[in-house]
Structure formats: structure tokens, C-alpha cells
């Protein structure tokens, strides 16, 4: 097990809704000495965060969060706003209600929209697979990859369930070309995180990974 590719495959995450800018900059420091990819933190503190890290880590930020159905002229405003406060990484939650409904232009249209205000700067889109069927999932892929983001993202943590093995491997059979993989939500493990891993998960939304670390330091 390589446990330093484990690390560096991390979004270090702390989005509870009490979460203090004490906890976030400690968050921020475990970030840094495990060298994850970046940590993800509600838009509040990414002005804070990044001027405390610097270069040393990349920020992520959470857009329409955790629900989805807002706006999507709203979702590009708290995008460039979170881009405008030095955020490296967006993570965006679809309107659930309207791939349900079968409104797959309109998804493919705002995850178009939320991309074109990212620029270069990395796009996930958050699925929320537990409220997903698997038809739903596949379309999802497919509109992901049309739309031009970056990753296809499992969950948000704060629904009924987070990431599976199986719509991991879902999603590794069915994104296109340059699309990537995040899990998140509910990987309590080194074994659980290297499986998802195996399976295509090239980032894993968390923040039980790095605490592993720090107990097995002890």
C-alpha cells in the first residue's frame, strides 16, 4: 500500500455546517504536512485559507451545496465569487430535480456555464449517486463528459449515503476521455481509499484519511 499516493489523492475535507476558521486552519495545516491535494472548505473561509496557505496547498470550494437546486445564474456567481477569493478547485452539485425530470440539456448547459467561469481552474461535478438510479448515473457520465468538466464526483457527504465500489467502477465504464473520478462521502479506511483507487478514483473526498495518519504516527 502506498500510503503517501493515498495522501496526495486527498481532498482534506471539512464542510460541516459549525466548522469554526480555528478547525479550518488546523485543516489546513494537516493538509500541508501530508501533502494532500488540496483541502475543501465552505466558500466562507477560502479567502482566509488561501491567504494562510499561500502556494503550499490548493483550496477547493463547494458551489450550490449540498442540495443543487439553486439557480444556475446564482451557481456561476458563487463560482467566479469563490475564483475572486483565490480558490484553486470548484466542486458543483447538480439540480437533481432536472435529470430527474429528463432535463438533460438544461444539466449539460449549467455544468457548460459553471466551466466557462472555471477556466483553467479544475471543475468537479457532485452527482449525489444515493438519490441516483443506475440509468441516471450513466447519463450523468455522459453529460459530464459533453459538458467539459473535469471530474464526475460521487456525493456530497450530507445526503443518504456517500461513495460505493460499484458506481466507482460505474463511472470508470462510462465517463469519456479526460474526465477523472472523485469519491467522497464515507471512506473510513487506508484499504477503502486504495480499493476506490484500484477502481479508477483518482481524488477521494475525506477527511478520515489523514487523521488515520496522524493515530498511526502515534
Not at 501530508?34 to 472548505?41: D, G, L, P, R
Request: glycine share 6%; hydrophobic share 40%.
Amino acid at each position: 500500500m502506498d500510503i503517501q499516493k493515498i495522501a496526495g489523492a486527498c481532498d482534506h475535507t471539512l464542510l460541516k455546517q459549525e466548522a469554526t476558521w480555528e478547525q479550518i486552519k488546523a485543516l489546513c495545516d494537516d493538509a500541508i504536512r501530508f501533502q494532500t491535494a488540496s483541502v475543501c472548505i465552505p466558500p466562507c473561509y477560502v479567502k482566509q485559507a488561501k491567504d494562510y496557505v499561500q502556494d503550499r496547498m490548493k483550496v477547493c470550494t463547494v458551489i450550490g451545496f449540498p442540495n443543487g437546486n439553486m439557480t444556475t445564474k446564482t451557481k456561476v456567481f458563487e463560482t467566479k465569487d469563490a475564483l475572486a477569493n483565490g480558490a484553486d478547485e470548484i466542486d458543483m452539485v447538480i439540480n437533481i430535480g432536472r435529470l430527474k425530470a429528463n432535463e438533460d440539456d438544461f444539466i449539460e448547459e449549467e455544468i457548460r456555464e459553471i466551466k466557462a467561469a472555471c477556466g483553467d481552474h479544475i471543475l468537479k461535478v457532485i452527482i449525489e449517486t444515493c438519490l441516483l438510479t443506475e440509468e441516471e448515473k450513466i447519463r450523468m457520465c455522459r453529460i459530464v463528459t459533453a459538458a467539459g468538466a473535469d471530474f464526475i464526483k460521487t456525493s456530497t457527504g450530507f445526503s443518504t449515503a456517500g461513495a460505493t465500489f460499484e458506481d466507482v467502477a460505474l463511472f470508470a465504464q462510462h465517463i469519456g476521455a479526460g474526465v477523472k473520478i472523485k469519491a467522497a462521502g464515507g471512506i473510513s479506511s487506508l484499504e477503502d481509499a486504495e480499493k476506490f483507487m484500484e477502481l479508477g478514483a483518482s481524488r477521494l473526498g475525506t477527511s478520515r484519511i489523514v487523521n488515520i495518519l496522524k493515530q498511526m504516527e502515534k
